[in-house]
């Protein structure tokens, strides 16, 4: 997200045209994916490629539009983001994802809970990881003694 | 999902096994996959094994895991690649498993789990509204081979039991499949207001879903897939008897693990057979109104490999497969 | 007619002491399942079906009663609170629920909610009661065509949730329509935009996506935005419960949604959404304030809360007079019926009376429980907000994960949910607006649906499309939709009041 910085540009608006790219980015998979489909052999009077292909085209449109709306609006001063908090929610979400199949539902989602603390400036991150881990095992029994529903589960959770 | 629970099929349990001795060591920890989400078919056929296998003391601890996705085919190939060998995991699945498999072109199929036994079924059948001119079958098999693309059909999704028995029929007669104007719909209760309301020439579902419509006399059924006119519904001719050589049943099963010894195989086969054949087991289907079409052993595994080429042959006929 | 000596009589049986206690223990379990986002009315019925098995007939249909309003309830309460819709027709309550929420006003959002749905509830109970042979047979008469003139509709007046600038309004819109392609089509059963990974042939969850761009996204902006966001979410501005004000501009739309949910409810493929997003169109027009929209209007709490449970009233009408399950959770519902011998279906009001009075009854008094429980709740669930901020978006990403996962855990749901945030910040950073993201996504593959059945079951033939009175009578409805503030314009010379932003 570099070009959301107070943009230098001295003609048009950047993200403007990084999202019109995006777009028409969209535009070309879906339009290719509807190619892909209008040769199998559909024996109805719309097949699955009908809708892709005006979805496509209306995408490409759009990308049009943003462009030239980026181009009339020239710079556009957007104030800066911060990006080490944001990192930290993001280290959070990722990080849950690669350690719920290896450590299960408590520690991976307590991890989660501490790094978004983290990036909302509180810390210290091993007491957060450690309450949050606790809150998690507590709605883990409740959903596993209660509801029934199995939440991935890891050492933690096979001690019960 | 929804076209199990209705209705309230009741038919003569037949259960062809052999008694396989004593249960030998008992199992105390099970795990049950379902591969779909909670409240659909399978996911109620594996907590209604749960609570038998627990409350006649057959296994006291069982769990069920729900995987969802793609027709059971997500959860097959995560318990193919992670219960190998462990005789303590089971998994439900059913005949829409086996189209899934060839139409999502599944890396995993049924050939790499260990199939213990069918449990229950249900059998499909054709409805048009009161007022259709289509009296029988024999009505319409004559109006398909007059126009195909003029009969309309309602039923659930594209490739799923209702289309396949649909292009089953017009094989039968001399239709081209690919030529059945198969109308899809997502829901058991909408495919039905589109038959109710005349908006298609027939509907093809489970048996169940058109039940009560018929009592009331919404519905007329020209024909069900069972081999034999059922004793809950004497009326009703089966499609063989009417000249259509089609019969098909939409079961539910159990299979175990990949890779058990004989022995482990047996010992899971027999906790099985002493769940379906319990009081308790009869009562859960009488419940949910489910048929009891208990099949284990080498006649399971005959009848599945049977109904796995036959699918194979017709999804490739009507276009869903290569 | 007895049906009032019917009515009576299950009421009686309802409000004895023993019964109205599991009334109260269904509402609170609901209540308790249905906050967590993901798992909407449907999966907290089929997740707490079980704890009734025990329970005599009336009392296990009255705490059946219970569950299921308190699910929805609880829905709204989350997305209010902490925008995290826990089904798709509470998503529209999202939108002005949570910024009234964020303002301070969160007492009144839930209250305005919470009596809403009472009313719609109560409303819609009692045409269920009358009318429901006469609406299912105007409901049946809906054909694909008719149902495709609808979405078109839906598609029209969506543009009231568009914002300030029309090429971003659509570019959300083509967005959600994009991602309505994944999966399996279901006519002709081709894997589209699916790339061979077999979690997406199911398509995008509506509520995956939602809970993304909603949570997610907005916890990702807020944090991006530092100290520059560094508002103080007040708990409370002002009273807690609604001011005559509230009052005065909430009993309107309550009304309006109402009749605009339960008819399209009891349409076997009208849903609860399509409803909430015509409410929160319509609100919009009418509105005195409309520059509040997007701020925190009541009406857009009000009008789609009355909405959805009035269409979830609507939804009993196809399912007790013909046995047919619209919505999943009709589906659901249905399985509990069987468990108390009631087999709904066309025969149901004359074999089994007593029960479906009963049930209607039971549905009286849980609706009654809730707003009973709830309007005290409500200083205590604002209290939720005055969670210090680090620990209430280190919460609120933990129950999106949690909702996600328990309805199906699995870690490519768990990534979508991280795309799909990741997309509600860029969205929300460059001023797109979020809501028809998801309206394209529910609508999208509806219309296209609702178009080829037509289409395939004339062979063909557009015409059909035309000849229908309703399908004619709802593109005119559309026709005023789209042109009806240019004629108002041309009319008195004045702008109509249209517009405001939105997220």
Request: proline share 6%; aromatic share 8%; charged share 15%.
């Amino acid at each position: 997200m570099s070009d959301t910085t107070p943009s230098s540009s001295k003609t048009a608006d950047k993200a403007g045209f990084a999202i019109a790219f995006g777009l028409a980015a969209l535009s070309f998979v879906v339009g290719w994916d509807a190619w892909r489909l209008s040769s199998v052999n559909a024996h109805s009077a719309v097949g699955p490629a009908a809708f892709p292909t005006i979805i496509s085209a209306g995408l490409a449109l759009l990308a049009v539009a943003t462009a030239v709306e980026a181009m009339r609006a020239g710079p556009v001063d957007r104030p800066r983001d911060e990006i080490v908090p944001m990192a930290w929610v993001l280290a959070g979400l990722v990080g849950q994802i690669a350690l719920l199949p290896f450590l299960g539902f408590s520690i991976a989602t307590g991890w989660l809970f501490a790094a978004t603390a983290k990036g909302f400036g509180k810390g210290p991150i091993w007491g957060h990881f450690l309450a949050g881990t606790l809150m998690c095992f507590i709605i883990y029994l409740i959903f596993a003694k209660g509801l029934q529903l199995s939440l991935p589960a890891g050492p933690l959770e096979r001690l019960i | 999902m929804n076209q199990n629970f209705r209705g309230a099929l009741l038919a003569a349990a037949f259960a062809i096994t052999l008694p396989l001795g004593a249960a030998q060591a008992q199992m105390s920890d099970m795990k049950i996959m379902a591969p779909a989400g909670p409240g659909g078919g399978w996911d109620q056929t594996a907590r209604s094994m749960q609570q038998v296998l627990q409350s006649e003391k057959i296994v006291p601890n069982v769990q069920v895991l729900n995987v969802p996705g793609a027709g059971g085919t997500i959860g097959l190939a995560q318990f193919v690649n992670s219960a190998k060998g462990d005789p303590s995991q089971l998994i439900v699945g059913g005949y829409v498993m086996v189209g899934a498999i060839i139409t999502n072109k599944s890396p995993v199929n049924l050939s790499q789990v260990t199939p213990i036994a069918r449990l229950t079924g249900e059998y499909e059948a054709i409805a048009v509204p009161a007022s259709s001119p289509l009296k029988s079958m024999a009505d319409l098999v004559a109006a398909l081979k007059a126009d195909p693309q003029k009969v309309s059909w309602a039923g659930g999704s594209a490739g799923g039991t209702d289309h396949i028995t649909a292009g089953l029929i017009a094989k039968a007669i001399g239709i081209d499949p690919t030529k059945v104007n198969y109308i899809a719909f997502s829901g058991g209760g909408e495919s039905l207001a589109s038959i109710l309301g005349g908006k298609v020439t027939v509907g093809i579902s489970s048996m169940s879903e058109f039940e009560s419509q018929a009592k009331a006399g919404k519905l007329r059924i020209l024909g069900i897939s069972s081999p034999e006119r059922l004793a809950s519904l004497p009326d009703v001719p089966t499609f063989k008897e009417s000249g259509v050589d089609v019969d098909i049943q939409n079961w539910r099963m159990v299979a175990a693990a990949p890779g058990l010894t004989p022995e482990q195989k047996a010992e899971v086969a027999a906790a099985v057979e002493k769940m379906a054949k319990s009081k308790a087991w009869e009562d859960m289907l009488a419940q949910k109104g489910w048929v009891n079409t208990y099949l284990a052993g080498p006649e399971f595994e005959a009848q599945l490999a049977k109904d796995i080429a036959s699918t194979q042959t017709i999804l490739k006929d009507i276009g869903l497969a290569q | 007619m007895d049906t009032f000596a019917a009515l009576s009589q299950g009421l009686m049986i309802a409000l004895q002491p023993m019964n109205l206690v599991f009334a109260f223990v269904g509402v609170m379990l609901g209540t308790a399942v249905g906050v967590l986002p993901g798992i909407g009315p449907a999966l907290t019925v089929a997740l707490l079906l079980p704890i009734t098995f025990k329970l005599d007939p009336a009392g296990s249909l009255i705490m059946f009663a219970g569950i299921y309003y308190g699910g929805m309830y609880g829905g709204s309460t989350a997305s209010i609170l902490l925008n995290t819709p826990g089904e798709s027709s509470s998503i529209v309550t999202a939108l002005e629920g949570n910024k009234m929420a964020r303002a301070g006003r969160g007492g009144p959002a839930l209250a305005t909610a919470a009596i809403g749905s009472f009313v719609a509830g109560t409303i819609a109970t009692i045409g269920l009661a009358l009318i429901a042979p006469t609406v299912v047979d105007i409901a049946i008469s809906f054909g694909p065509e008719d149902y495709f003139a609808l979405m078109v509709l839906a598609f029209t007046t969506v543009s009231a949730a568009f914002g300030s600038s029309v090429t971003k309004g659509l570019t959300s819109l083509f967005i959600g329509l994009s991602l309505g392609l994944i999966g399996i089509d279901l006519q002709s059963g081709q894997a589209r935009l699916s790339f061979g990974v077999p979690d997406l042939l199911d398509g995008v969850e509506v509520t995956t996506l939602a809970v993304a761009l909603f949570a997610i996204g907005e916890t990702l902006s807020v944090v991006a935005a530092g100290a520059r966001a560094d508002e103080i979410i007040e708990p409370v501005k002002g009273s807690v419960f609604m001011n005559r004000e509230d009052w005065k501009r909430s009993w309107k739309p309550w009304l309006r949604g109402t009749f605009l949910g339960f008819p399209i409810g009891a349409m076997p493929a009208g849903g609860a959404e399509i409803p909430t997003f015509l409410s929160y169109a319509l609100e919009k027009r009418l509105c005195k304030k409309p520059d509040e929209f997007g701020n925190g209007a009541i009406e857009g709490v009000a009008g789609p809360e009355a909405a959805n449970n009035a269409a979830a009233a609507g939804v009993l009408v196809p399912l007790l007079t013909l046995g047919l399950p619209t919505s999943a959770t009709a589906a659901i519902m249905l399985a509990g019926f069987q468990q108390y011998g009631l087999n709904p279906g066309p025969l149901l009001f004359v074999t089994n009376p007593d029960l479906v009075w009963g049930l209607i009854a039971s549905l009286f008094i849980a609706n009654a429980m809730l707003l009973i429980l709830n309007l005290p709740l409500v200083g205590l669930w604002v209290r939720l907000l005055a969670i210090p901020r680090p620990w209430l978006y280190g919460g609120i990403l933990v129950f999106a994960t949690l909702g996600t996962l328990g309805a199906n855990p699995s870690l490519v749901e768990l990534g979508m949910l991280l795309i799909f945030g990741l997309l509600g910040y860029v969205l929300r950073r460059y001023d797109y607006p979020i809501a028809p993201v998801v309206v394209g996504l529910i609508l999208g593959p509806l219309s296209e649906q609702q178009l080829r059945r037509a289409l395939a079951i004339s062979v063909g033939d557009p015409v059909v499309l035309f000849q229908s009175p309703i399908a004619l009578t709802l593109y005119a409805l559309s026709a005023l939709a789209l042109f009806g503030p240019l004629l108002f314009f041309l009319a008195t010379g004045r702008k109509a009041p249209v517009g405001g932003d939105e997220d």
